[in-house]
């Protein structure tokens, strides 16, 4: 029996639709400019020759439903809501094909990012893991498993106080879910328990304290925080 300095950090879990069963998180990986109009309203083009990614840890997550305390060093506090696609059962294989790794479900999330951190480190030309990786900055949905067709038509959108903010179709990702399943899968070995942000349309603005955030897209649950 192993015995630790002190207590090992819990599992980072996600609830599963239908499910008494709890999705164990491993990693977080977020995909950046995957909607024009999000690029164009940041000021960049997209890539279509492939996607870029940046990462968020497991414990950066809460789950839908619970506050989110505004957090420390920013003054400007930004939603994006995005298809979080997850990685299911590994195949066993040292370096899976990308048509080997399953998708066990999708959800609704939130890339919540501290933007007046992420410009600084634009301008510096420095990493963005301040602006992007920080405490309860990956707010998501429970998991809704994986029905083939189920996204095709769908369209994601988030509405802050009742107002709508981000609203598009879900074939406005300029690079599709397997698409970036097949590229990431070049640099990564995906494995059960992995999420993917697929990235925001757009926008995407600040959000203060009292704002409450409701996040859904057709077929799945949704995701709702309110920022205290
Ligand atoms: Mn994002």
Request: glycine letters at 10%; a negative charge; aromatic letters at 6%.
């Amino acid at each position: 029996m192993t015995s630790y300095c002190f207590p090992a950090t819990d599992q980072a879990t996600l609830p599963i639709a239908g499910s008494p069963d709890l999705f164990p998180v491993r990693r977080i990986f977020c995909v950046g400019r995957n909607y024009e109009a999000h690029a164009a309203e940041m000021g960049n083009t997209v890539d279509r020759a492939a996607p870029f990614y940046f990462t968020k840890s497991a414990h950066a997550l809460l789950q839908s439903g619970q506050d989110m305390p505004y957090p420390q060093g920013t003054r400007d506090l930004h939603h994006e809501i995005e298809l979080v696609v997850a990685i299911g059962k590994s195949v066993g294989l040292e370096n899976p094909p990308p048509e080997e790794v399953e998708i066990f479900g999708y959800a609704v999330g939130l890339d919540m990012t501290r933007r007046d951190l992420q410009a600084a480190a634009k301008d510096g030309r420095k990493p963005w893991d301040t602006g992007k990786d920080f405490e309860n900055s990956a707010i998501i949905g429970p998991i809704t498993p994986a029905v083939d067709t189920l996204l095709d038509a769908a369209s994601i959108r988030l509405d802050v106080n009742g107002e709508t903010r981000q609203s598009a179709p879900l074939t406005d990702m300029v690079h599709s879910v397997p698409e970036i399943i097949a590229h990431l899968s070049t640099l990564y070995r995906l494995r059960s328990g992995d999420l993917i942000m697929t990235g925001t349309p757009a926008g995407v603005g600040a959000v203060v304290a009292g704002d409450t955030l409701i996040g859904s897209i057709d077929g799945l649950e949704g995701v709702r925080t309110k920022v205290v």
